[in-house]
């Protein structure tokens, strides 16, 4: 991923040239620099030891660093602390902090991958009614209960339900909104039939929770964003579609950039819009629909971790993606240490700590940064 | 639900979870079958006691005994049919399970609505809350309502069973009720175990954590019988409603003594489950085998059944005293 | 089979001649028909682009130039039969298709905070891998076109922040910069005022004959058409009225017919000038103005009569322009 700039002394103009020459220009491929890199990386780091190191119950951080190390093999160290303790760091921080990278990561990805694909610096992870499908397949797991009447015999858990409705809802959006005529408007067409499939579900799963209100607070406490882990099972369940929709977006990158100059001109210049654009959503949805089963709709990563990359790092897709997953997940273990101890022993839903912690935020960076956001 | 604004759609939920979490546990009863619920008052009803009518509670005035009762609140008709008022009623809500003989119907608690409700041709409305303007579109009809609303104390549950006596004619086996259940709390209560170190503990009301401060009803059961709950740093004054929800690592490291299980009916959660949660094992309360699986129903009413709740507390404390 | 298509080393080779080492012309389109949303745009267009020409195709609005400019590209599916340098373009992928025509849009799309050599850069697309990345080759060929077209000290701004002439410039190397022998060009000059117009037009002849590429543009500017082209294909209503040297196509019968415009026609250097005039009467003046005979248009033996017929408050409005250099 690291890209060293080619260059050497002399130029001469003429056939003398060899290849590996950059010119007089210098300039390297558009890409993410060293630097940047290891900004980030060290973030991301620096974000996975706070999550460790607080939370509501105090722990020294020596002694959290030492359990941590006894998990490799051969090491056993004596770090002080009794089973409880050894527990909230090995089977509840540890994976917690995994899956804040993952799900932050994911969702930073697939944003800025939507707001390549389609040209739009609105376009967040939910667009394509990703949150509503997922909304209203909890919903009706949760209100209508499997095993007592309509699910009966179902083997429905909560994140199978949100995965599957997410993906339906994408699915419905894609059959509804493609076949447009013309390259560009099945774009817009897109976001449009996402629109009216996430209104429609939406509509669906709010009937849903006025006839079975009493299911309320759990449905909406899915639905405001949490980060629970029992143990590393939800880890599990994200990993594998996490690391292929990573590996198809981040492969595709460069494809990104191309895409935009629009449909037309990328056809000119050898590409295939359509497929690179449908690819690229596919992946990028089932990496959201991951992160959604486990982590319910966490609002704001997806939107704005790209916009401040952006801002702050330019405007290729080969820096803005990479750097926005790890930053994102940078994010969200930061955020989730803030939801988990701010209020101990209550713990705010995620999604509202984001918002509030996030908007004013990007709202500083806009204000201090030279470079302009286009609209 | 709004989408396309995460943030306010997202505190636009915040507020509505605090409303609706209030008013879904007022009423909260899920749908199940109603097990054989504990003793009903005392015998010793006479129908026909000489209530004098016409008959006013609060601003409610009764000119005859009603005689077509509708109760939309589960706890409304187990006190109803406690007193011996069960012949009076004539329909009760979807989720009103106990006593088993009760008319049950499709009319909704939540989700009232006034010309369903009318169409029973009720003398008398009991409710447990007052949504959609119900209360007056009853009033409109003339049909008296009388507001049963959640109990904050005890005491209101007591005076419930009084009013709801009094307006029914049954005043003496009301009376008679309050008396017993306030004799066989006393008594609980009183010989209850009491350890050296008050015992903490932990009430479950959904998997995902979320759980009562002693400033609720239910809450204060607890404190009566000399329990600490561990959810109280997060909601001391009552002042966020009272419903937190807790993160794991937080109850893990409170390292409770005693957990009760709220929904087991609802979620299917009991004492296995529990133990299988990541990182629980390492609890007390599940170590030693302390964890009370309640039903719902009876753990989320005010009604004559709080005996009961009171009664799976004090067990659950002597057996951890004990041991 | 076709030089450009074997790779980036190349670098250096595009300096001289591609077209001579892709076989077959450039374009040879029969009967094209293009159908865009139900209605029938083109309607059995033919078209021959002849390696190192360059045709200009006019017409009036909504003749279907834009869209046979783009059939001819491959960005629009087409009916008949299209040749590129000898292969249906049926045939062709998309990335050898890339690598033998180039596009410059009309109304090509600025991607924000895009510095110009990136932007140039978009143009090797169709010879780096998939999923790889752009090789030094690739970046040498860039600062080639950069030099070439007096951008190297743009290399670093953003494309957006670039005047019309510049932006123009830019959109030419990243055409550049795929190595077509092809170039087809969307109204390359409709957003530049006439000295910037002149000047894209020198720099594209020059490279036309530096490089030598085909060159086939759509072009609103008639006198300028005729200047520049080889030769020009005039499309009405989805089909070509008329073909040949630009003296043989631009008549004032021509464009009175096809433009519904009055035009008069005078012989130019580089071609037949033509120029828009008023003759109408003017209601509510006192300025009784002749209308040309229709027998003096077109007829090239009346050119020497002398300068225009058209008088206004007793002077010739236009001097004859002398056409014998």
């Given at each position: 991923m690291l890209r060293t700039p080619v260059r050497r002394p002399g130029w001469r103009p003429g056939p003398q040239r060899a290849a590996g020459w950059s010119g007089p220009t210098g300039r390297r491929r558009p890409g993410l620099t060293a630097g940047w890199f290891a900004g980030a990386l060290a973030a991301v780091v620096l974000a996975a030891l706070a999550g460790l190191a607080f939370g509501p119950a105090s722990l020294p951080p020596l002694a959290v660093a030492a359990e941590l190390l006894n998990l490799l093999p051969g090491v056993d160290l004596?770090?002080?602390?009794n089973d409880r303790q050894v527990a909230i760091v090995t089977q509840l921080r540890l994976p917690r902090v995994v899956l804040a990278l993952l799900v932050g990561g994911m969702l930073a990805l697939a944003g800025g991958c939507y707001q390549g694909v389609f040209r739009?610096?609105?376009?967040?992870?939910?667009?394509?009614g990703v949150a509503a499908g997922a909304g209203l397949a909890v919903t009706a797991v949760i209100a209508l209960r499997p095993g007592t009447g309509v699910l009966t015999g179902l083997p429905v858990t909560v994140p199978l339900a949100a995965f599957v409705g997410a993906l339906g809802a994408v699915g419905l959006t894609y059959l509804l909104g493609t076949g447009a005529a013309g390259p560009d408007r099945s774009t817009a067409t897109l976001i449009l039939a996402g629109v009216a499939v996430s209104a429609f579900l939406a509509a669906g799963q709010t009937y849903l929770l006025q006839r079975h209100v009493d299911t309320i607070r759990e449905v909406y406490s899915w639905l405001l964003g949490r980060l629970a882990t029992d143990g590393w099972h939800e880890v599990r369940l994200v990993l594998p579609y996490a690391v292929i929709a990573a590996v198809v977006v981040l492969a595709h990158r460069r494809e990104l950039d191309v895409l935009s100059v629009g449909d037309e001109e990328a056809a000119s210049l050898g590409l295939h819009p359509q497929r690179s654009r449908y690819l690229l959503l596919a992946a990028a949805s089932l990496g959201t629909a991951a992160a959604v089963s486990v982590s319910g709709l966490i609002g704001f990563v997806g939107l704005i971790v790209p916009h401040l990359v952006r801002l702050v790092a330019g405007s290729s897709y080969r820096v803005i993606l990479p750097l926005s997953m790890l930053l994102g997940g940078a994010f969200l273990t930061v955020t989730d240490v803030v939801a988990r101890t701010v209020a101990a022993p209550a713990e705010i839903p995620i999604g509202v700590v984001t918002a509030f912690f996030g908007a004013p935020f990007f709202v500083l960076v806009l204000r201090t940064t030279r470079r302009t956001v286009a609209l | 639900m709004s989408r396309s604004h995460p943030l306010r759609a997202a505190l636009l939920r915040t507020a509505v979870v605090a409303t609706a979490a209030a008013l879904a546990l007022t009423g909260c009863g899920q749908a199940g079958d109603g097990s054989g619920?504990?003793?009903?008052?005392?015998?010793?009803?006479?129908?026909?006691?000489?209530?004098?009518?016409?008959v006013t509670v609060g601003d409610l005035t009764l000119e005859v005994r009603p005689e077509r009762i509708v109760a939309l609140s589960p706890t409304a008709t187990e006190m109803l049919f406690a007193i011996g008022a069960g012949d009076q009623v004539a329909a009760v809500d979807d989720?009103?399970?106990?006593?088993?003989?009760a008319p049950t119907t499709e009319l909704s608690g939540f989700t009232p609505n006034v010309e369903a409700i009318a169409g029973y041709e009720p003398d008398l409305v009991v409710l447990s809350g007052d949504t959609n303007e119900l209360v007056a579109g009853l009033t409109r009809l003339s049909i008296p309502v009388y507001l049963a609303e959640a109990a904050v104390t005890l005491d209101d549950t007591y005076r419930q069973i009084t009013e709801l006596g009094a307006l029914t004619g049954h005043p003496e086996a009301a009376a008679d009720l309050v008396d017993t259940m306030r004799s066989d709390i006393d008594k609980l209560v009183s010989d209850v175990a009491h350890p050296a170190e008050p015992l903490s503990y932990y009430y479950e009301l959904d998997p995902t954590l979320y759980t009562v401060t002693s400033e609720t009803f239910v809450g204060s059961l607890f404190t009566m019988v000399g329990l600490t709950n561990i959810a109280d740093p997060a909601d001391p004054s009552g002042e966020a409603g009272g419903y937190p929800q807790l993160s794991a690592e937080a109850l893990i490291d409170a390292n409770p003594d005693l957990i009760f299980l709220a929904d087991t009916k609802c979620c299917q959660q009991n004492a296995q489950t529990v133990a299988q949660r990541?990182?629980?094992?390492?609890i007390t309360a599940v170590q030693a085998g302390q964890v009370v699986e309640l039903d719902d129903d009876v753990a989320s009413r005010w009604g004559p059944r709080v005996v009961d709740l009171v009664r799976a507390i004090v067990d659950a404390v002597d057996a951890a005293a004990a041991s | 089979m076709t030089g450009p298509a074997s790779g980036p080393e190349t670098g250096p080779a595009l300096k001289t001649a591609p077209a001579s080492t892709a076989a077959g012309t450039p374009v040879v389109g029969r009967d094209l028909r293009v159908r865009l949303g139900g209605a029938l745009v083109l309607d059995g267009v033919d078209l021959t682009v002849a390696a190192g020409e360059w045709v200009a195709v006019i017409g009036p609005n909504g003749a279907g130039k834009s869209t046979l400019l783009r059939a001819v590209g491959g960005l629009l599916p087409v009916d008949g039969s299209l040749e590129l340098f000898g292969t249906p373009i049926t045939r062709l992928g998309r990335r050898d298709r890339a690598r033998l025509v180039a596009t410059v849009v009309q109304s090509p799309v600025v991607p924000t905070g895009i510095a110009v050599a990136d932007y140039v850069l978009l143009g090797r697309t169709p010879y780096v891998p998939l999923l790889g990345r752009e090789s030094a080759a690739d970046l040498a060929v860039v600062d080639d076109v950069l030099a070439r077209l007096d951008l190297t000290g743009f290399a670093h701004r953003r494309l957006a922040t670039l005047s019309g002439g510049e932006r123009q410039r830019v959109l030419l190397a990243r055409a550049l910069a795929q190595g077509a022998p092809l170039l087809l060009l969307d109204e390359p000059t409709s957003a530049l005022d006439i000295g910037h117009q002149q000047e894209v037009l020198e720099l594209v002849d020059e490279l036309r004959r530096d490089r030598g590429l085909t060159v086939l543009a759509t072009m609103h500017d008639l006198s300028v058409a005729g200047e520049y082209a080889d030769r020009l294909v005039l499309l009405a209503a989805g089909r070509t009225v008329a073909a040949g040297p630009p003296a043989e196509v631009l008549t004032e019968e021509n464009l009175a017919r096809y433009y519904r415009a009055r035009v008069r026609v005078l012989p130019g250097a580089h071609g037949p000038l033509v120029v828009p005039v008023r003759d109408r009467d003017v209601p509510g003046t006192d300025r009784p103005v002749p209308r040309p005979e229709p027998?003096?248009?077109?007829?090239?033996?009346?050119?020497?009569?002398?300068?225009?017929?058209?008088v206004e408050h007793g002077e010739p409005a236009v001097r004859q322009v002398g056409g014998r250099d």
């Open positions: 004596d770090s002080g602390l739009n610096p609105l376009a967040d992870p939910h667009l394509l | 619920g504990p003793d009903d008052a005392q015998p010793g009803v006479s129908p026909e006691t000489a209530a004098s009518y016409p989720n009103s399970n106990h006593p088993a003989e990541a990182g629980w094992s390492t | 027998s003096v248009a077109g007829d090239p033996d009346h050119r020497e009569e002398g300068p225009l017929r058209v």
